[in-house]
């Protein structure tokens, strides 16, 4: 079976990817690989990071690899946190300070419609290709819920009355911007495990 690096050490990404096609290709992260090194996201556009990601891998450990990366787009903030979520109260900031600070500054805000995006960068066999899942909903004026991470205590997906934080986990994987992008990027690599 051929081996596909996924560029994070995030146990719950990695659970994710690997129930859905882990028939298909062994799924390493990179613990697996022994790489400890912290691959830097300094780009401004979701893209960017994640292909710098990708091909960080690629280049220096020379494996098939692919790597994600998230951002949540308000738009009264035009845009923002956008490509900043991780760390939109600064550098070593906590999700709650976070969410803090997004409450902050739509206080009082009438429009208040939000998207995740998230973007997965792969390359395969010398090639690169790139998938995208996206998410529209609105951000809550308080915190509902406590399940999930993030900023999913003040973001409700449209067509829904209760915020991520208060759905059932395999809801959320069903209409998130990741379950998206995660079910393109599976059907891709169905196809192409089939080819080989
Ligand atoms: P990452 O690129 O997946 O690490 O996501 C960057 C940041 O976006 C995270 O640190 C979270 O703040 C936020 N984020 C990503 N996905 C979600 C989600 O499903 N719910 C809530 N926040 C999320």
């Known amino acids: 079976m051929k081996t596909l690096v996924f560029a994070t050490n995030n146990p719950h990404k990695l659970k994710e990817i690997k129930a859905k096609v882990g028939d298909s290709f062994e799924i390493k992260s990179l613990k697996d690989i022994d790489v400890s090194e912290d691959i830097p996201e300094p780009y401004e556009t979701l893209e960017k990071n994640a292909f710098n990601k990708a091909r960080c891998i690629h280049e220096k450990y020379g494996y098939d690899c692919f790597a994600d990366d998230t951002g949540l787009e308000i738009d009264e903030l035009n845009g923002r946190p956008g490509v900043y979520s991780a760390r939109y ?3 070593q900031c906590h999700f709650q300070d976070n969410i803090n600070r997004v409450l902050r500054e739509m206080e009082g805000e009438t429009n208040r419609s939000a998207r995740f995006r998230c973007v997965i960068a792969l ?5 690169e290709h790139q998938f995208e899942g996206a998410v529209e909903g609105k951000i ?7 399940e999930g991470f993030g900023y999913d205590p003040v973001f409700q997906p449209g067509g829904y009355d209760q915020s991520f934080a208060e759905m059932p986990l395999e809801i959320k994987n069903k209409i998130s911007h990741r379950g998206k992008a995660v079910a393109k990027l599976t059907a891709f690599l169905k196809v192409k495990a089939k080819q080989k």
């Open 140 to 146: 809550l004026t308080e915190e509902h819920g406590s």
């Open 89 to 91: 109260a600064g550098p």
């Open 123 to 127: 390359i395969l066999n010398g090639q």
